[in-house]
């Protein structure tokens, strides 16, 4: 694949597929993400360790592969959920607290 054999690449795509799709789903259902877009930048991680990879140096490549892919999701999607709380329950469980706080400065 160094040497720029596409048919190459294009088998080594087409070989580890699977993996990719499998991580893109266990992070969409880990983190509630879009699927297609998960799926999509899973692909783009694994043509990315498809194009830096080093078999003297870079161990199986497996490993290698689902390290960018895990790397390229992350990066393109943010995997923290916001907390969303309503205004009725922060009302209930903040004025008292700013009312003793203030109390107490005081």
Same mark, same amino acid.
């Given at each position: 694949?160094r040497e720029g054999n596409t048919h190459a690449?294009?088998?080594?795509?087409?070989?580890?597929?699977?993996?990719?799709?499998?991580?893109?789903v266990s992070r969409a259902k880990a983190y &509630?993400?879009?699927?297609?877009?998960?799926?999509?930048?899973?692909?783009?991680?694994?043509?990315?360790?498809?194009?830096?990879?080093?078999?003297?140096?870079?161990?199986?490549?497996?490993?290698?592969?689902?390290?960018?892919?895990?790397? &390229?999701?992350?990066?393109?999607?943010?995997?923290? &959920?916001?907390?969303?709380?309503?205004?009725?329950?922060?009302? &209930?469980?903040?004025?008292?607290?700013?009312?003793?706080?203030?109390h107490v400065a005081a």
């Amino acid at each position: 694949v160094r040497e720029g054999n596409t048919h190459a690449r294009k088998r080594m795509i087409e070989m580890y597929l699977r993996i990719a799709v499998r991580i893109a789903v266990s992070r969409a259902k880990a983190y &509630n993400l879009d699927l297609e877009e998960t799926v999509g930048d899973a692909f783009i991680g694994l043509m990315i360790a498809v194009d830096k990879y080093d078999p003297d140096h870079s161990g199986p490549f497996v490993s290698f592969a689902s390290l960018w892919i895990y790397q &390229n999701i992350s990066r393109e999607q943010s995997t923290c &959920n916001p907390i969303c709380i309503s205004l009725s329950i922060a009302k &209930n469980c903040f004025l008292p607290c700013i009312l003793f706080l203030r109390h107490v400065a005081a």
